[in-house]
């Protein structure tokens, strides 16, 4: 098919500069990311009774751990040298490993605090598809995570340096960093829907979560063509991402069949589930 002649430019630089300082976009884009998921945890946490602070608390400790394991995840998987575990900017966050290191770490920093741990599950998830969100225009600033050759209205123009040596004739490309970030804004908002509908347990929007972006993750992968390591000639996020859809269904399916009301056994005081209710959808993401 024949589309009008489009697309979208890529910037010309990845650096904001202020007189001698340089901001990298990336960078800032991540940073962005984890505020908004913050602000969005506190807001719903504070929605359910809690207060905004336990969120702050949690974070101090989640989000760094994010940023390591997301690290040593693409450092790991892509068979990068030592000297490289620091050049952060340079881009490179595996997020299955900032996932499963940073949930991992604010479960035990909720757990500390004496939080009840389902209803602030509850509380953070939506936010962390908005922090992913965010995170991926940074991709964008850096002309990477991208498709297959298209000719798309909404192709992303990439400079020749970065093309793979197979396209180098080709201009626009697939924006599968946008891809992904529709995908998980969309998915902030289907969990917020559902959670505000009460047919979940306490706790079951990590694991509704990891289903739904292991889906977009394993769709998105099929478009890239960056280099990545393959097992048996499949990438290995498709077969991390695979993984969690299987897993996260599985556990889904048996929650539903137990009977407990809750995903996690409260650990703290009660919180108020009603008041998730309390605003609707816009207020939720807005943390104004």
């Given at each position: 098919m024949s589309w009008p002649v489009a697309s979208i430019p890529s910037p010309s630089s990845n650096q904001l500069e202020i007189g001698p300082l340089q901001l990298n976009y990336y960078g800032l884009c991540i940073g962005l990311g984890v505020v908004a998921a913050v602000l969005?945890?506190?807001?719903?946490?504070?929605?359910?009774?809690?207060?905004?602070?336990?969120?702050?608390?949690?974070?101090t400790w989640a989000v760094p751990a994010g940023l390591v394991g997301a690290r040593a995840?693409?450092?790991?998987?892509?068979w990068r040298p030592i000297e490289d575990w620091l050049k952060v900017w340079e881009g490179g966050l595996g997020i299955p490993g900032g996932l499963g290191l940073g949930i991992l770490v604010g479960y035990w920093a909720a757990k500390r605090k004496g939080l009840d741990i389902g209803n602030a599950i509850d509380a953070v998830i939506p936010g962390i598809p908005v922090a992913q969100a965010i995170g991926r225009v940074g991709n964008w600033f850096n002309q990477?995570?991208?498709?297959?050759?298209?000719?798309?209205?909404?192709?992303?123009?990439?400079?020749?340096?970065?093309?793979?040596?197979?396209?180098?004739?080709?201009?626009?490309?697939?924006?599968?960093?946008?891809?992904?970030?529709?995908?998980?804004?969309?998915?902030?908002?289907?969990?917020i829907w559902i959670d505000r509908r009460g047919v979940l347990k306490k706790g079951m929007l990590l694991p509704l979560y990891v289903l739904g972006y292991g889906i977009g993750r394993f769709v998105v992968e099929g478009v890239r063509i960056d280099a990545a390591t393959l097992i048996f000639g499949i990438r290995v996020n498709h077969w991390v991402s695979g993984g969690a859809v299987l897993i996260s269904a599985v556990a889904l399916i048996l929650l539903f069949r137990r009977g407990e009301p809750s995903f996690f056994a409260a650990t703290g005081p009660d919180q108020d589930d009603a008041g998730s209710d309390a605003s609707d959808l816009v207020d939720d993401l807005d943390p104004g």
């Open positions: 969005i945890g506190q807001r719903r946490w504070a929605a359910r009774g809690g207060n905004p602070a336990d969120i702050s608390y949690v974070a995840y693409h450092l790991i998987t892509d990477e995570i991208f498709g297959r050759p298209t000719d798309v209205p909404w192709a992303v123009e990439i400079d020749e340096r970065f093309r793979p040596a197979a396209f180098t004739d080709e201009p626009t490309f697939h924006p599968a960093f946008l891809y992904e970030a529709l995908w998980n804004l969309g998915l902030a908002g289907f969990l």
